[in-house]
């Protein structure tokens, strides 16, 4: 997975993974797929990312949900 291009601030977005360098959240980009856009689409939705970025972002959720973080209350 390309990690380097995958953000995590507490001050940008909540502390939501986004895309480096941009204020674009990995999940604003999946709930553009399951609208129906194309990856060839999003860029014009935003134009700062590109299709590898996206495609990043995917295999960031697909690694997310193979090992996903487990939060035990006390």
Known sequence: MRNEKIA???E???GKPCIKGTRIAISDILNLIVAGYKIE???SQ???ITK???ITAIEYASEFMEHP???FSS
């Open 8 to 10: 995590i601030d507490p």
């Open 12 to 14: 940008i977005r909540f």
């Open 41 to 43: 689409e999003i860029p």
């Open 46 to 48: 935003y134009p700062e």
């Open 52 to 54: 590898e970025d996206i």
């Open 69 to 71: 973080i487990q939060v």
